[in-house]
T-cell receptor
Framework: DIQMTQSPSSLSASVGDRVTITCRAS??????LNWYQQKPGKAPKLLIS???NLQSGVPSRFSGSGSGTDFSLTISSLQPEDFATYYC?????????FGPGTKVDIK | QVQLVESGGGVVQPGRSLRLSCTAS????????MHWVRQAPGKGLEWVAV??????????ADSVKGRFTISRDNSNNTLFLQTNSLRAEDTAVYYC?????FGSGSYIDSWGQGTLVTVSS
C-alpha cells in the first residue's frame, strides 16, 4: 500500500506570508496527487487535482507542483480565510490514501 | 446544485451494526463513483471505500475490509455503507463523497456534511 506523509504537521504564519506544504508518497504516484482544504466542523473542499489543476473558484494564490514521490502546495500570500488544515491524497492506487494533514494557523 | 445528505449515524455498542445512507441530488447519480471517507474526532481523513458508478466494482480500506460493505441504489440516488462488527476505533464522522470517474487521476469533487458514528458501551 502507498503511504503518504506531509510536512510540517502544523505551522503558524501571518497574513501575507508565503506558505509551502510538502507531501511525499512512499512510491511513485506519477501526477496522481490531489489537495484538499478543511475548516473546523466542515467537510473538506477540493483545491487542486492532478498536482496542479486548480479547481474552479479556488483563488490563484494556491498552486501545486511535483511529480513521482514529492509534491508541494504553495499559498503565495496567506489570507485570513486560508487558515485551515490541508490534506494531500493519492489517486494512483485504488485505496485513495490521504496524508495526515497540515494545520495552518495564525501566528 | 450538488447535494449529498448522510444519515443513519448514532451511538452503537461494540460488535453491533449500523447502516449509513447518503441521498444524492442535483446531479446524475448513476454517472459517478461514490466514496465513504471518515474522520475520527480530532484526527485526519481516512478513506473507507469506493463503489463504481454501476456498482460493478468496490474497494475497501484494509481497516474495514470484511466488516463494511458499500452499495448503491441508482434508481433511488442512494449510497449505503453497512458497518458490521463495529469497534471503538470506528468512531468517526462518515462522509459520503462524489468522484467523477474513479481511477488513476480521479478525485473527490463534492462531499456531504457527514454523519457521526459513535461506538461505545
Amino acid at each position: 500500500d502507498i503511504q503518504m506523509t506531509q510536512s510540517p504537521s502544523s505551522l503558524s504564519a501571518s497574513v501575507g506570508d508565503r506558505v509551502t506544504i510538502t507531501c511525499r508518497a512512499s512510491q511513485s504516484i506519477s501526477a496522481y496527487l490531489n489537495w484538499y482544504q478543511q475548516k473546523p466542523g466542515k467537510a473538506p473542499k477540493l483545491l487542486i487535482s492532478a498536482v496542479s489543476n486548480l479547481q474552479s473558484g479556488v483563488p490563484s494564490r494556491f498552486s501545486g507542483s511535483g511529480s513521482g514521490t514529492d509534491f508541494s502546495l504553495t499559498i503565495s500570500s496567506l489570507q485570513p480565510e486560508d487558515f485551515a488544515t490541508y490534506y494531500c491524497q493519492e489517486s494512483y492506487s485504488t485505496l485513495f490514501t490521504f496524508g495526515p494533514g497540515t494545520k495552518v494557523d495564525i501566528k | 446544485q450538488v447535494q449529498l445528505v448522510e444519515s443513519g449515524g448514532g451511538v452503537v455498542q461494540p460488535g453491533r451494526s449500523l447502516r449509513l445512507s447518503c441521498t444524492a441530488s442535483g446531479f446524475i447519480f448513476s454517472s459517478y463513483a461514490m466514496h465513504w471517507v471518515r474522520q475520527a474526532p480530532g484526527k485526519g481523513l481516512e478513506w473507507v471505500a469506493v463503489i463504481w458508478s454501476d456498482g460493478s466494482k468496490k474497494y475497501y480500506a484494509d481497516s474495514v475490509k470484511g466488516r463494511f460493505t458499500i452499495s448503491r441504489d441508482n434508481s433511488n440516488n442512494t449510497l449505503f455503507l453497512q458497518t458490521n462488527s463495529l469497534r471503538a476505533e470506528d468512531t468517526a464522522v462518515y462522509y459520503c463523497a462524489r468522484d467523477p470517474y474513479f481511477g488513476s487521476g480521479s478525485y473527490i469533487d463534492s462531499w456531504g456534511q457527514g454523519t457521526l458514528v459513535t461506538v461505545s458501551s
